[in-house]
């Protein structure tokens, strides 16, 4: 086959050099890109799954439809149904009011239950890990149920009409977070033991979970089980079961998709560069294949059979350079990685092969398309104009491949715009302000010395390699520094919700006799809360003076419970007014209507908007209420929320409770207890489990997002070389004539590194504005974080620019002052 | 062989339009040798483009075998090349990432030839290149260049064969041995030779000369 011969001998020969490293690292980093972002994708979803215990949950106050289970069994879905209840338990004279929650045998369906034989456990090596539960009469127990109860391991206690022995302390359950442990201690029991406890009567206030996972179609069995569902049976996603840990892994996944997009474009660029200079290569071999009487056809059809063995052969090496890239890159942080991540679909690696084919199409074949159709007279003239496609056209078709291919890999059309109008925006401006600095510099470099005056006239007489060069160096730059900062951002983001003194416990229902001894109790331990809310319950009796069933066509939980109404003067932290406006010193406190202000989500659901009204009833007593403001929430920051919130001067005379949130380190935790014991009408919620395991899965996120980046970095490293490589030639050819004629080595290195870092620095300054420009639009539309502006981007990106294209320069050119002048022009 | 009636060719440049050729009348036989001569602009390169089928006049026509070729498309005449023509070139024009054995053997293999290697092998010989076959063009000085060139040229066993200054790269001793070459392969194959050249010694071992000046024919003759 010619055409592969042809490839074999280019190859030999060196032209095939940079575009096959280019291919192959390109594909190598998208590749690996994709792997990595794939299975760290996957183990997030199989962690957020393991948080519900299940892959999805059906909630619910009656116990379920036994038609759903016999259908699950049908479709080899698996099943666990839980119920949660309240239970006084007891031995001997001690009681405890206990959070029970009884598991059929096939719980959790996903994640694990720790469990240990020492309270308190946190040492690893006392943990157990099961995926079962409490075999039948015994209970697993939260460790501080043994001081309440007074009580050790094996001893046996009283839960409704049975006694049953606790035989392990329960550390850990997956779904810990999905239900707070309102009403003291954690017990974990046999669903088959609740008939001879007999704790769940008609009327009992309980909570059903219907755990599911797995089967041959999930989605079809989900599908036909929705509509089923009634008012009083809910559907939980992985997503829905903590705010917090969705907003993280939805950021981190998004943050993933953009360094997988970034890479596709930094490896389309890098091809771009490297097809470019390809191309220029071809054309005297071109010219003598039309004077040697070869038809046009058929050197297109060699080219393109030679592009097409080169996609294959190059993305082949480089899927497999990927792999092992990505696996290097797994075994270098599994220390800490704490979790095994899932394999890989075909996903990454279709992506990886078609990034190396269409971008090879994309910018090559326009390159050397319209070469066939050239004069072959240019072997006797080399002034013959070259009739290709001007490199507008050609950038265009290229530039509409990375498209394609950022779509595909993306599947999200507003990214892809952004990042592809960003770059182009960055490219348009490098090629105007490029063009405008290197006339400057050229008009003004002859002050500056003849290094200087040399390597700036030399710039500008090559303007459009270097604009070239500069739009590839200046795009490298900008999305290295988007990653950056990005991933800065979003990490302190985090670390900012996450702070080690982060309240982890709720103190609720309060009353206001006992606040003075709580406050004590919490002061006598050194703690501090983040403030004291007071809280007045109420049920919404009338939607502008209609009754609520009237207006809001489902029945809805907020019309079916008391809520908790509060009063403040101030927007809460984390709070922003929405609609309307905020209550100030003019507001009237005792006004026929009340102004209340309304979370978003809430007035939404209820038909709700500015200037209804909502009659409440506290106690048997009622008020009228006008909607006056709705807000956004923030959930992340674990500080007590307010669905609707007063002015002062309204709810005081109601009897009132108060509430607030704590930081509760480990070591006083039995702090829990005492509070318990002294108060017991005191409701806590325990929120420490599950802000550890928040913890983890963001440190595993961000150590995802660390990796990422390391790679990101690479492949910019690649778009450098591959754009320093472009006019190498004739610099090694100039460099070798003015040594021949004497120049010294601190000239010729001069002038090299003049114009290298010259480049780098323009390229640097004009990526800090694409960059600029592009966090804030990410920020503000893909992450929704605060904008604010990066200074140091304008410092680090022209002088890392500048120094990096400069050394690269340098290093490269070298050749031309360690070897013969001869011997270089030979060479070329 | 090659019929050439009225032929012009006229550019237009800003300054105007340029007339680079004017009424040229010609015809060579097979096996003639023909040297196309005069000044440096005078029109030698552009009328060697116009009679190989690499260019075309603005008028007149030009006929290879009794084929006009300047009433053919771009394939038609590269159709033409690829039966009857081989070139030479001033620049050599070698591929710099093929040896030597592979830039003589690329026409022949093109043209689907089986034992192209070996031909290609036998052509570096007859020029004296058997030990250099695995040689790039960088590692190859001037004048082994202009050799592999014209093993390339003759491989292909052209009917025709065109060469521009193929001495005009090198130094004069070189130069005499690739003219001593190129005459000798060209009465062993039987290829009508046209040349272009400007140096007078090279011009007088050819059957006829072709003199331009300005675009114009002001002399052809058979050389003494």
Same mark, same amino acid.
């Given at each position: 086959?010619?055409?592969?011969?042809?490839?074999?001998?280019?190859?030999?020969?060196?032209?095939?050099?940079?575009?096959?490293?280019? =291919?192959?690292?390109?594909?190598?980093?998208?590749?690996?890109?994709?792997?990595?972002?794939?299975?760290?994708?996957?183990?997030?979803?199989?962690?957020?799954?393991?948080?519900?215990?299940?892959?999805?949950?059906?909630?619910?106050?009656?116990?379920?439809?036994?038609?759903?289970?016999?259908?699950?069994?049908?479709?080899?879905?698996?099943?666990?149904?839980?119920?949660?209840?309240?239970?006084?338990?007891?031995?001997?004279?001690?009681?405890?009011?206990?959070?029970?929650?009884?598991?059929?045998?096939?719980?959790?369906?996903?994640?694990?239950?720790?469990?240990?034989?020492?309270?308190?456990?946190?040492?690893?090596?006392?943990?157990?890990?099961?995926?079962?539960?409490?075999?039948?009469?015994?209970?697993?127990?939260?460790?501080?149920?043994?001081?309440?109860?007074?009580?050790?391991?094996?001893?046996?206690?009283?839960?409704?009409?049975?006694?049953?022995?606790?035989?392990?302390?329960?550390?850990?359950?997956?779904?810990?977070?999905?239900?707070?442990?309102?009403?003291?201690?954690?017990?974990?029991?046999?669903?088959?033991?609740?008939?001879?406890?007999?704790?769940?009567?008609?009327?009992?206030?309980?909570?059903?979970?219907?755990?599911?996972?797995?089967?041959?179609?999930?989605?079809?069995?989900?599908?036909?089980?929705?509509?089923?569902?009634?008012?009083?049976?809910?559907?939980?996603?992985?997503?829905?079961?903590?705010?917090?840990?969705?907003?993280?892994?939805?950021?981190?996944?998004?943050?993933?998709?953009?360094?997988?997009?970034?890479?596709?474009?930094?490896?389309?660029?890098?091809?771009?560069?490297?097809?470019?200079?390809?191309?220029?290569?071809?054309?005297?071999?071109?010219?003598?294949?039309?004077?040697?009487?070869?038809?046009?056809?058929?050197?297109?059809?060699?080219?393109?059979?030679?592009?097409?063995?080169?996609?294959?052969?190059?993305?082949?090496?480089?899927?497999?350079?990927?792999?092992?890239?990505?696996?290097?890159?797994?075994?270098?942080?599994?220390?800490?990685?704490?979790?095994?991540?899932?394999?890989?679909?075909?996903?990454?690696?279709?992506?990886?092969?078609?990034?190396?084919?269409?971008?090879?199409?994309?910018?090559?074949?326009?390159?050397?398309?319209?070469?066939?159709?050239?004069?072959?007279?240019?072997?006797?003239?080399?002034?013959?104009?070259?009739?290709?496609?001007?490199?507008?056209?050609?950038?265009?078709?290229?530039?509409?491949?990375?498209?394609?291919?950022?779509?595909?890999?993306?599947?999200?059309?507003?990214?892809?715009?952004?990042?592809?109008?960003?770059?182009?925006?960055?490219?348009?401006?490098?090629?105007?302000?490029? =063009?405008?600095?290197?006339?400057?510099?050229?008009?003004?470099?002859?002050?500056?010395?003849?290094?200087?005056?040399?390597?700036?006239?030399?710039?500008?007489?090559?303007?459009?390699?270097?604009?070239?060069?500069?739009?590839?160096?200046?795009?490298?730059?900008?999305?290295?520094?988007?990653?950056?900062?990005?991933?800065?951002?979003?990490?302190?983001?985090?670390?900012?919700?996450?702070?080690?003194?982060?309240?982890?416990?709720?103190?609720?229902?309060?009353?206001?006799?006992?606040?003075?001894?709580?406050?004590?109790?919490?002061?006598?331990?050194?703690?501090?809360?983040?403030?004291?809310?007071?809280?007045?319950?109420?049920?919404?009796?009338?939607?502008?003076?209609?009754?609520?069933?009237?207006?809001?066509?489902?029945?809805?939980?907020?019309?079916?419970?008391?809520?908790?109404?509060?009063?403040?003067?101030?927007?809460?932290?984390?709070?922003?007014?929405?609609?309307?406006?905020?209550?100030?010193?003019?507001?009237?406190?005792?006004?026929?209507?009340?102004?209340?202000?309304?979370?978003?989500?809430?007035?939404?659901?209820?038909?709700?908007?500015?200037?209804?009204?909502?009659?409440?009833?506290?106690?048997?007593?009622?008020?009228?209420?006008?909607?006056?403001?709705?807000?956004?929430?923030?959930?992340?920051?674990?500080?007590?929320?307010?669905?609707?919130?007063?002015?002062?001067?309204?709810?005081?005379?109601?009897?009132?409770?108060?509430?607030?949130?704590?930081?509760?380190?480990?070591?006083?935790?039995?702090?829990?207890?005492?509070?318990?014991?002294?108060?017991?009408?005191?409701?806590?919620?325990?929120?420490?489990?599950?802000?550890?395991?928040?913890?983890?899965?963001?440190?595993?996120?961000?150590?995802?997002?660390?990796?990422?980046?390391?790679?990101?970095?690479?492949?910019?490293?690649?778009?450098?070389?591959?754009?320093?490589?472009?006019?190498?030639?004739?610099?090694?050819?100039?460099?070798?004539?003015?040594?021949?004629?004497?120049?010294?080595?601190?000239?010729?290195?001069?002038?090299?590194?003049?114009?290298?870092?010259?480049?780098?620095?323009?390229?640097?300054?004009?990526?800090?504005?694409?960059?600029?420009?592009?966090?804030?639009?990410?920020?503000?539309?893909?992450?929704?974080?605060?904008?604010?502006?990066?200074?140091?981007?304008?410092?680090?990106?022209?002088?890392?620019?500048?120094?990096?294209?400069?050394?690269?320069?340098?290093?490269?050119?070298?050749?031309?002052?360690?070897?013969?002048?001869?011997?270089?022009?030979?060479?070329? | 062989?090659?019929?050439?009636?009225?032929?012009?060719?006229?550019?237009?440049?800003?300054?105007?339009?340029?007339?680079?050729?004017?009424?040229?009348?010609?015809?060579?036989?097979?096996?003639?040798?023909?040297?196309?001569?005069?000044?440096?602009?005078?029109?030698?390169?552009? =009328?060697?483009?116009?009679?190989?089928?690499?260019?075309?006049?603005?008028?007149?026509?030009?006929?290879?075998?009794?084929?006009?070729?300047?009433?053919?498309?771009?394939?038609?005449?590269?159709?033409?090349?690829?039966?009857?023509?081989?070139?030479?070139?001033?620049?050599?024009?070698?591929?710099?990432?093929?040896?030597?054995?592979?830039?003589?053997?690329?026409?022949?293999?093109?043209?689907?030839?089986?034992?192209?290697?070996?031909?290609?092998?036998?052509?570096?010989?007859?020029?004296?290149?058997?030990?250099?076959?695995?040689?790039?063009?960088?590692?190859?000085?001037?004048?082994?260049?202009?050799?592999?060139?014209?093993?390339?040229?003759?491989?292909?066993?052209?009917?025709?064969?065109?060469?521009?200054?193929?001495?005009?790269?090198?130094?004069?001793?070189?130069?005499?041995?690739?003219?001593?070459?190129?005459?000798?392969?060209?009465?062993?194959?039987?290829?009508?030779?046209?040349?272009?050249?400007?140096?007078?010694?090279?011009?007088?071992?050819?059957?006829?000369?072709?003199?331009?000046?300005?675009?114009?024919?002001?002399?052809?003759?058979?050389?003494?």
């Amino acid at each position: 086959m010619l055409a592969f011969k042809m490839l074999l001998r280019s190859w030999r020969g060196g032209q095939l050099r940079l575009i096959f490293a280019s =291919l192959v690292l390109a594909v190598a980093v998208v590749t690996s890109v994709a792997l990595l972002a794939e299975r760290v994708e996957r183990a997030l979803i199989a962690e957020s799954s393991s948080f519900l215990a299940a892959d999805l949950v059906v909630r619910s106050s009656k116990p379920f439809n036994p038609q759903w289970l016999q259908r699950a069994a049908e479709e080899g879905v698996r099943t666990a149904q839980t119920v949660s209840f309240a239970s006084m338990t007891y031995h001997g004279d001690e009681m405890h009011l206990a959070s029970v929650k009884a598991v059929e045998s096939s719980y959790p369906l996903r994640g694990a239950v720790k469990r240990s034989q020492t309270p308190f456990a946190t040492d690893e090596a006392d943990i157990e890990l099961v995926t079962q539960g409490p075999a039948r009469g015994e209970l697993w127990v939260d460790s501080r149920l043994l001081p309440l109860l007074d009580i050790q391991l094996g001893d046996a206690i009283e839960l409704g009409d049975g006694s049953f022995t606790v035989s392990q302390i329960l550390i850990e359950e997956p779904d810990g977070g999905s239900s707070f442990s309102m009403f003291g201690a954690r017990i974990l029991m046999n669903w088959q033991d609740l008939d001879k406890a007999a704790v769940i009567q008609p009327g009992s206030r309980v909570n059903y979970r219907l755990l599911l996972a797995d089967g041959d179609d999930f989605e079809g069995y989900v599908d036909w089980l929705k509509p089923q569902l009634s008012v009083h049976e809910r559907l939980i996603t992985p997503d829905e079961a903590q705010a917090s840990i969705a907003s993280t892994m939805d950021r981190g996944r998004r943050f993933l998709l953009l360094a997988g997009s970034i890479g596709v474009v930094l490896a389309g660029i890098a091809l771009a560069l490297a097809s470019h200079h390809f191309a220029n290569g071809q054309t005297l071999q071109v010219a003598l294949l039309k004077s040697w009487g070869i038809a046009a056809r058929r050197v297109r059809s060699l080219y393109l059979q030679q592009i097409v063995l080169l996609g294959v052969i190059g993305s082949v090496i480089g899927l497999v350079l990927g792999w092992a890239f990505h696996q290097l890159l797994i075994s270098a942080v599994r220390e800490w990685l704490p979790i095994a991540l899932p394999m890989a679909g075909p996903r990454p690696w279709i992506t990886g092969m078609a990034t190396g084919m269409l971008c090879l199409a994309g910018f090559t074949l326009p390159a050397l398309w319209h070469l066939p159709a050239q004069s072959p007279l240019a072997v006797l003239r080399r002034d013959t104009p070259i009739n290709n496609l001007n490199a507008a056209a050609r950038g265009s078709l290229g530039v509409l491949a990375v498209a394609l291919l950022l779509f595909w890999y993306s599947n999200n059309l507003w990214l892809s715009l952004a990042i592809l109008l960003g770059f182009a925006l960055t490219a348009m401006a490098s090629i105007a302000v490029g =063009l405008l600095l290197l006339r400057l510099g050229k008009t003004y470099g002859h002050w500056m010395g003849s290094i200087w005056r040399l390597a700036l006239s030399n710039l500008w007489r090559r303007k459009k390699p270097s604009l070239i060069q500069m739009v590839g160096f200046s795009g490298a730059i900008a999305l290295l520094m988007i990653m950056v900062v990005v991933r800065t951002s979003l990490i302190d983001e985090w670390r900012w919700q996450l702070a080690d003194d982060a309240p982890n416990h709720f103190l609720v229902n309060v009353a206001a006799h006992e606040l003075d001894g709580v406050k004590q109790l919490i002061d006598q331990r050194e703690l501090e809360t983040a403030g004291w809310y007071s809280m007045v319950r109420g049920r919404i009796t009338l939607l502008n003076n209609l009754p609520p069933a009237d207006v809001v066509p489902e029945d809805h939980e907020s019309l079916r419970r008391e809520l908790n109404l509060s009063w403040t003067r101030d927007l809460p932290e984390g709070n922003k007014v929405i609609q309307g406006q905020w209550w100030d010193d003019s507001t009237p406190q005792n006004g026929a209507l009340a102004p209340v202000s309304l979370e978003e989500d809430i007035a939404k659901e209820l038909g709700l908007k500015l200037g209804d009204t909502i009659q409440f009833s506290v106690g048997g007593l009622t008020f009228d209420a006008v909607i006056t403001s709705t807000r956004s929430l923030n959930w992340d920051n674990m500080t007590p929320n307010f669905y609707f919130l007063f002015p002062e001067g309204y709810l005081e005379e109601y009897p009132r409770t108060h509430m607030t949130s704590l930081y509760i380190p480990a070591e006083e935790k039995l702090l829990v207890n005492d509070l318990l014991r002294k108060y017991p009408t005191v409701q806590v919620i325990e929120l420490d489990k599950i802000i550890d395991r928040i913890r983890t899965i963001v440190s595993q996120v961000t150590r995802g997002l660390e990796m990422m980046t390391l790679l990101i970095l690479g492949c910019g490293i690649v778009v450098m070389f591959a754009a320093v490589s472009l006019s190498m030639q004739e610099r090694l050819q100039e460099s070798a004539i003015l040594r021949t004629l004497g120049s010294s080595r601190r000239l010729i290195l001069g002038v090299q590194w003049v114009e290298f870092s010259t480049l780098g620095l323009m390229a640097g300054l004009l990526a800090a504005l694409g960059a600029e420009f592009a966090v804030a639009m990410l920020q503000r539309f893909m992450f929704s974080l605060p904008f604010n502006w990066h200074p140091w981007l304008w410092m680090v990106g022209p002088v890392a620019g500048g120094l990096l294209v400069g050394v690269l320069g340098v290093a490269y050119s070298r050749k031309a002052v360690t070897q013969p002048p001869l011997q270089v022009l030979n060479s070329l | 062989m090659i019929d050439v009636s009225s032929i012009s060719k006229q550019v237009v440049t800003s300054e105007g339009t340029l007339c680079i050729l004017d009424n040229i009348n010609l015809s060579v036989q097979a096996g003639e040798t023909l040297a196309i001569v005069g000044a440096s602009g005078s029109g030698k390169s552009t =009328l060697l483009g116009i009679l190989a089928g690499l260019d075309l006049p603005t008028s007149g026509t030009v006929s290879i075998n009794g084929e006009d070729i300047t009433a053919m498309d771009e394939e038609g005449r590269a159709a033409v090349r690829a039966g009857h023509v081989g070139f030479v070139f001033q620049s050599f024009h070698l591929l710099p990432g093929l040896t030597a054995l592979e830039n003589v053997a690329l026409p022949l293999e093109l043209q689907g030839v089986s034992d192209a290697l070996q031909t290609a092998a036998h052509y570096l010989e007859r020029v004296g290149l058997a030990a250099r076959v695995g040689h790039y063009p960088r590692q190859l000085s001037g004048g082994e260049q202009q050799r592999v060139a014209l093993a390339r040229a003759f491989a292909c066993r052209p009917t025709i064969l065109f060469a521009d200054e193929p001495t005009g790269n090198l130094d004069t001793g070189t130069g005499a041995k690739i003219n001593d070459l190129l005459f000798d392969l060209n009465q062993e194959e039987g290829t009508t030779l046209i040349l272009v050249t400007h140096e007078k010694t090279l011009a007088a071992r050819c059957g006829r000369t072709l003199e331009l000046q300005a675009g114009r024919q002001i002399n052809s003759g058979n050389n003494a």
